[in-house]
């Protein structure tokens, strides 16, 4: 039986108006030899090169820090990181109704400037194949949660099928995990809150 030596991906480099940014590997696994004019490839990625991503496009809410679970995914176009999502346990022992073992969220989603439309893509493809996995390494999710930033409309998530649940104030628990979110600094600091049922959604 022959077999093949794996392909090693070399370093990823992002340019912008603010530099560059090299990440360790290319958005999907060594050894994988994809075809000549790629156009989209997902897969997952490590936090470290999550964060990077998320630095260099200057996330409102910057890099994940919450000592929860999470998972990562990027979605590369031509070879070049084009959209970065983040899906984490709530803080909340509660989230749109449901118990924080049924849900996941959201927690970071983030484009490059130069793919001004790809984060509904990105978006639908969270919703639809990656915020799944969680049952993976977690728990099965009954719903998919995420909020939009103070001050934004949120026509993101309303025109994608999610619910819209109104306003949420700003965080102010002090027990356990107590990090105030960023988003508090944003405005007024109060965020719209959209969720997705599964089972409605099949129903």
Sequence with gaps: MTTTAPIQSPPMTIASSEGQLVLDS??????????????????EITKADANALLRHWQH?????RRPFGA????LAVDGEAAAVAVSGSTVGATSAG????????LGRIARSPDHPGIMRVMLRLWRDYLAPRWERD???????VSYALPGKAGNLYRLDG???LGFVKPWKYTGGYSNPSVANSIGDGVKRLYV????????
Excluded at 71 to 74: D, E, H, P, R
């Design 71 to 74: 998972q990562y995914f990027g």
């Design 138 to 144: 977690y728990w099965p999710v009954a719903a998919a």
């Design 196 to 203: 997705y049922p599964y089972n409605a959604a099949l129903s």
């Design 60 to 64: 409102p809410l910057g890099t994940w």
């Design 162 to 164: 999610w619910r819209n």
């Design 98 to 105: 449901y118990p924080r073992r049924e849900v996941v969220e």
């Design 26 to 43: 290319m958005l999907w696994p060594a050894g994988v030899p994809w075809p000549e004019g790629q156009v989209e490839l997902l897969s």
